[in-house]
């Protein structure tokens, strides 16, 4: 038995506990709510909702992309005097100004109020663009979406109910993002992992949660209590983070915003460059200022160095399954083996602990793909699973390609915000 196959062996069986760890625990989808469920110990009547801002920041968009967005909201099942729509525009950005305004009459047809806001001087980050509005801003909660996103018509009512009744300092929901090209079906497979499984698995078990920047809910309160909106690569996971740290409930509201997917290879990467970069930077605030409850959120920032060992791990095991094969140290003849002065000479203990072994490393491998078979066939998004499931066998391609955007990341001494173009 060769060593390098026996820790490969161990390593695979890890993993493969952990994803099935993770399937069992987060099967049931029990850490989202949602009003009316058992969970939740109170409906809330309309006469006691308050008054929502909806912030949605633009930045390079096609008309067609924001009226996406405007259309979900102008459906929503929340008294329309009770919400606010402000539409963030940069100055120099005049093709965004013309969707904006033109969103702003269809708003404004349907009784909801809206503006729009030009944020002059340079464009530097999400955050600049979302802070420079809060004075502004009317409602007791806000909610941040973005350009090309569509949801269900009651999530903002769903949404402030499930935060009275839990006195959730912030909520968040699942955000799937798709495109009909391959690298699209992948992201939206990726995403459905992140917020089915993973995020799923951190709630029910008492660990930290990180929110997405669309489809986020927060008390204005909460917010102006810690600071704003952090200007920081990833506003949203920075914000959860210091939300965790000065002792805000999060949760986690059981609907979903769909969202276009990166234009390509090159938008992608850049995107999750950002993202990684955002996670490290959380990470480093961790680290660098340990705490018992710090170091119960570290679980829910270390994907860039999961991606990047990941990365490695999978380099190694198949240089290292190549070259067993190579040597023929699988071998299913009747050569005779001699162990200790001992001949078998039909080969019968050789073959028995190289083929098991060699059927270990396959079957571990292939139970994490199993258990994303299984997730996905009962995700709760708008993509049929039957059209997506095709495209799992070639997802350890799609997690190369995002490890090699987490060593970029890491590398990289200076990431800037980047506006994501999508499809």
Partial sequence: MVPDMMLITAYLGINAIIWVAMYGIGRDRKGYEKPGSKSVPKEISNHELPTVSIVVPLYLEKPSS?????????????????????????????????????????LSKRGIKSSIYILRGRRSSKARALNSVLRFLRGEIIAVY????????????????????????????????????????LLYIDTVIWYDLILNTLKKTGLHVPLSGEGLYIWRKVLEKVGGFPEKLAEDAYLSLTLFEKGYRIGLLDSYVEEAAPMGITSHIKQRIRWYR??????SRILLHSSDRRLRASLSYISPIVAVASLIMSIITMVSTSSYIARGDIHLNSQSYVQNGVEDPQGTLATNINVIMFAMIIAEGLIPIIVVILVVADHRGSRKAKYILPYIPILPLYWILISVAAILAIIYRKVEWYKTRRS
């Fill in 146 to 185: 973005d350009a090309d996103d569509t949801f269900d018509e009651n999530q903002v009512l769903n949404a402030v109910r499930l935060m009275i009744s839990r006195n959730y300092g912030a909520i968040g929901m699942r955000v799937y993002r798709y495109s009909d090209n391959i690298l699209g079906k």
């Fill in 278 to 283: 955002g996670h490290l930077e959380c990470l």
């Fill in 66 to 106: 924001i009226m996406r967005t405007v259309t979900s909201i102008s459906r929503q099942s929340y008294p329309k005097d009770l919400l606010e729509v402000l539409l963030v525009v940069e100055e120099s950005d005049s093709e965004t100004l013309r969707g904006a305004r033109a969103a702003l009459k269809y």
